[in-house]
Structures are given as structure tokens and as C-alpha cells.
């Protein structure tokens, strides 16, 4: 989910291997978001939450669910210092 800004918009996208790609996305890029959230590191990481926000940057909230049904949500905004496998995840998402 991707909200907030200047112009709020909420924005919501399963990425699956049973499902179709998201709007504007490719298999591809699908397969390329779901082996970053099966990184080890990714889940190795705790659940984040922002600092203080302001009403101009983008939330995102991002909810990895792996295979044995365990499931992390990350939280973050435009500009945090998240850590490398979650920042990489974001790219790919956003």
C-alpha cells in the first residue's frame, strides 16, 4: 500500500504467483519482487515503523506473507534509511 502526499492516494498490490501481474507490471517483474521478499535478510529484518512523517511523503506499507504463513509488515516513507534488502524490495514495487 502506498499512501499519502501531497495529492493522497492509496495504492494496493498483491504480488502472487497465483494471481495476475499488478497493473504495469510484467511476470517478470513479478518474479523479481517475490525473490527479493524471499530474501533471508528481508526476513530476517523486524517489522518497521517511520519516525515522523509529514503530510507531502508517500507511506508504504508492505506486507511479506512467506510460504509457512509467517508475515512481516514493513513501514516506511519517501526518503527513510531502510535497511538494504527492504530499500531493494521497494524499488521494485514502487
Known sequence: MRGGGLRPVRLHRVFALDSLPPAGFTRTEVAAVLKAAGDPALRALRSTTPGETCCD???YRVTVTWQDDKSTT??????????PPLHHLLALIS
Do not use: Q, R
Not at 74 to 83: E, H, I, L, N, S
Open 57 to 59: 511523503l508517500y507511506v
Open 74 to 83: 514493513f513501514t516506511t516513507v519517501d526518503g527513510a534509511a531502510d535497511p
